[in-house]
Each structure stands twice: as structure tokens, then as C-alpha cells.
């Protein structure tokens, strides 16, 4: 794990990725665009009028986050005070995500420790996308060369420091920024595009349509209130996939990678929420947009990602079991208009085939799909099926019921309240939905049954 150098690469504009005589394309240069369309507000209209305010946020933005090819977080006056520097992602992992990505280099670079070890040097394979530490690896050949040039220079030595200084690097590997936006650009910019918004050369292909990060809404996270991720959350998105979808699982690269995957997300979403303030917030009587401004909302996207962990929810007492009755009771309250009212969209058989699913299109007169955030139709879950796009444990469940799904119609149902301000669901009640929910996907509903 090379900081020294990784805070370096992200001032190095060169991209070369070549090892030995090898030759391989450098990839197009990439830079990021600005949203066309953010809000229909009239002050983003007056945003889209003047071209000076765009040039300007398009600068800021650059400056706050750097480019594809070399992106990088600025660090502000605050995250230096709270001694945090995002550009070193693996700062920012657990413990726990400490010890599991070090015991995965360790699985996953064996090989090449081993030849570095034996000074094979030539059998040494680094990950393509690790575009800094095979320039890293290239510059230390090219030395050894020289030094074997030079009858004055101790070769033995240079090569049993070179040996001991990759041993530790490969041990302790993390991608710089930049490594994970070439890994991003080689497997995730075709479907969610060179932003992050979802539009991709092949998005238009698939449906449902992939994620659009800009908006800072996750669909799949363990938190209330519609806070931003943890950094598991997205994880655990990249390393399982989600069911259903066209999302891949990327189980096949390391730990490092996903969380260096992780970090370049992370870039993308925050970048593209400060755009949206500075844009939608655009004032011509305030003197359009400000730095200041930009900064403010940079900062204050920051506070929220980092705060993540204050809204996980989590369950203490005793998970009641699936008994009969408690299946009945979910029953109930799945169809009950009064409280939880899941049939409403789900459907009374839990299909997905709901009345309020729909709306009545003003124009038309028709009754069409509703739109979650990203103005895609929606369409609810057909729960016989036992398909859960975050996981089938009662408590992902459980967190589903409690919080909702960011970004699409499906509430929190402990916003549920009655006139006096008091939930209308206990625990208990939640937990006899998820085991009714998970009931209509059992073998014992006939789920997989009868074209299920």
C-alpha cells in the first residue's frame, strides 16, 4: 500500500499501463459533462440560460473532484480539521474490512509474491485495471535495467529492496482513485455511464434501467430516513449483484477493488448532488453560483455519507418465531387498508398486481405505471416468487418494511401514524409481515409453482 505514491498519481496526468515491451491502447480521455435537465424549477431555467454560470460550476466541480482520468476529492479546511482524507479509501473501512481485504491480497496476490520472492520477475501478473501499480512495477524494472548498466550501482541490493517493498505492497494493496476509475470505466460506465447517471451505451437496453448515483438515492441500504449508504451497503450491492437485474455480482475481483469501486461511487454520487444544488439553487439577485456555495454543499454531502452509520437499523430483542399465528397476523395487516395496506400495491395474492400501482395519466385519462425518482414506472414486487433484491433474511426484509425503498413509492411504515402521532405498526407487527412476506415466496404458498 504505497500512499506516498497514491497521493502522488492523482496529479500525474500520464496513463501509461504498458509492462515490458508490451503495448497496450490508452484508453480515450474522458471528461465529465454536466447535467442537462436537473429540475424543473424556473431558477434552473435561468441556469441553463447562462452559459458563464455553467462554465463556472463545470470548473468548481473539476477542481472539487478532479477528472476521470485523474479524479481526486479536494480537501477542505473541515475534513482536514476531522483528520479525514478521502483520497485514502482505506482509511475509511472497519476493522473488520481491514483484516478481510488484507487476508484476500494475501489469497489473491499469491502467486505474484511468490515470483517476487524467487525474483521471477518476468512471471509477475498485476491486475490490468491497477493502472498505478503496474506503472509503479514497469518504473522498478526499468531501474534494475539501469542499475545492471551502471558497473557502479549494487544490483543485488536494489533487487532485495525492490523484492521486500512489493512483498509489503502486494500484502497491503488498495487502488488509487484513479485505479478504480479505470476499473469503473472498463466494467461499469457502459451501463451507468462516464457521471454515474445511468446512461450508459447500453442502458438503454436494459430494463430496469441502471442506477442513476447523481440523485445521492440508493434503493438497497440497512438505514432509515433515506440517509446515504455505508460503505458495506454499496459493497454489498457490487459483490452480490442484485437478482433480477442487470446487475452483475463483481465477486470476482479482490476486496480492494470493490472497495476502491466503492470510493469511485462514492466520487460520483457527491459530485453529481453538488451539481444539482448549485444548479437548481442558481440565483441571479445572490450572483448566480458562488464557490463558497459549491463548497458549503460539498462539505455538507460529505457530513451525510460519513454519518451513515447513526442510521442503521438494527433489532435487539427477540425475533419472534414463524409461527401460524404469526403469519396470520401478517396476513391481516398485509391487507389491512387501516395499517401497513401492503395489497394496496402488492396485490391482496402479494403479485404485484395492486390498484394503487397505478395512476391516471392527467392527458391521456389512462391509468399508467406511477414513477419512482428517476422517473422509471415502477413495478411493485410479485412476492410469490421469494425474490428480494437486498437479501431474504428476515431482517433485510425487516428493514424493508420499516424504512421503505429510497426512491419509489414504497413507504416507511414507521411513518405510518395515527391522529394522535402514534405508529400504527409495533415491532411485533412488522416482524408478522416479514414472516408473511416470506411465506408467499416459501415452497409451502407453492412459490415456483404454476408459472410463479
Not at 79 to 88: A, E, T
Not at 203 to 227: E, S, V
Not at 270 to 276: F, K, L, M, T
Request: net charge negative.
Amino acid at each position: 500500500m504505497r500512499l506516498s505514491r497514491a497521493a502522488a498519481a492523482v496529479a500525474v496526468a500520464s496513463l501509461g499501463v504498458s509492462l515490458g515491451c508490451k503495448i497496450e491502447p490508452e484508453p480515450p480521455e474522458l471528461r465529465f459533462n454536466l447535467n442537462p435537465k436537473f429540475s424543473d424549477d424556473p431558477a434552473f431555467d435561468e441556469y441553463l440560460g447562462d452559459p458563464t454560470a455553467q462554465d463556472q460550476l463545470r470548473g468548481a466541480l473539476e477542481m472539487l473532484f478532479g477528472t476521470p482520468s485523474n479524479p481526486g476529492f479536494f480537501l477542505t479546511e473541515e475534513l482536514l480539521d476531522d483528520d479525514f482524507n478521502p483520497n485514502s479509501g482505506v482509511d475509511d473501512l472497519t476493522e473488520a474490512e481491514l483484516e478481510a481485504m488484507l487476508a484476500d491480497n494475501g489469497r489473491r496476490f499469491a502467486k505474484a509474491i511468490a515470483h517476487v520472492e524467487a525474483g521471477e520477475f518476468d512471471d509477475v501478473d498485476l491486475p490490468r485495471e491497477a493502472i498505478d501499480l503496474r506503472r509503479w512495477w514497469k518504473d522498478d524494472m526499468a531501474a534494475i535495467e539501469e542499475a545492471r548498466a551502471d558497473e557502479e550501482s549494487d544490483v543485488d541490493a536494489l533487487i532485495a529492496e525492490i523484492q521486500e517493498r512489493w512483498v509489503y505492497d502486494l500484502q497491503n494493496y488498495y487502488p488509487t482513485l484513479r485505479e478504480s476509475a479505470e476499473m469503473y470505466r472498463q466494467q461499469c460506465l457502459h451501463c451507468h455511464g462516464v457521471e454515474g447517471g445511468g446512461d450508459g451505451p447500453t442502458a438503454d437496453f436494459l430494463n430496469p434501467r441502471p442506477r442513476d448515483y447523481r440523485r445521492g438515492i440508493f434503493k438497497f441500504t440497512a438505514l432509515r430516513d433515506k440517509a446515504r449508504p455505508r460503505r458495506q451497503d454499496v459493497f454489498r450491492i457490487l459483490s452480490e449483484g442484485v437478482y433480477t437485474t442487470s446487475m452483475p455480482s463483481f465477486r470476482r475481483f479482490s476486496d480492494a477493488q470493490l472497495h476502491g469501486l466503492v470510493d469511485y461511487v462514492r466520487l460520483l454520487s457527491i459530485r453529481g448532488r453538488v451539481e444539482e444544488l448549485a444548479a437548481v439553487d442558481y440565483d441571479y439577485d445572490e450572483g448566480g453560483i458562488t464557490l463558497d456555495g459549491v463548497i458549503e454543499n460539498y462539505e455538507s454531502e460529505w457530513d451525510k455519507w460519513r454519518s451513515a452509520d447513526d442510521y442503521v437499523i438494527t433489532y435487539d430483542g427477540e425475533v419472534p418465531p414463524a409461527s401460524q399465528e404469526m403469519i396470520a397476523r401478517g396476513r391481516e395487516l398485509f391487507n389491512d387498508e387501516a395499517t401497513a395496506n401492503c395489497a394496496s400495491c402488492h396485490g391482496i395474492d402479494g403479485r404485484g398486481n395492486g390498484p394503487s400501482a397505478k395512476e391516471q395519466d392527467p392527458e391521456t385519462q389512462e391509468m399508467v405505471p406511477i414513477k419512482d425518482d428517476w422517473g422509471e414506472e415502477i413495478a411493485p414486487r410479485d412476492l410469490t416468487r421469494g425474490v428480494y433484491r437486498f437479501g431474504r433474511r428476515p431482517i433485510d426484509i425487516y428493514r424493508r418494511v420499516h424504512a421503505g425503498i429510497n426512491g419509489t413509492p414504497m413507504p416507511a411504515q414507521t411513518t405510518l401514524t395515527d391522529p394522535s402521532g402514534n405508529r400504527l405498526l409495533s415491532d411485533e407487527d412488522f416482524w408478522a409481515i416479514v414472516h408473511y412476506v416470506r411465506f408467499l415466496g416459501s415452497h409451502e404458498n407453492g412459490a415456483g409453482e404454476g408459472g410463479h
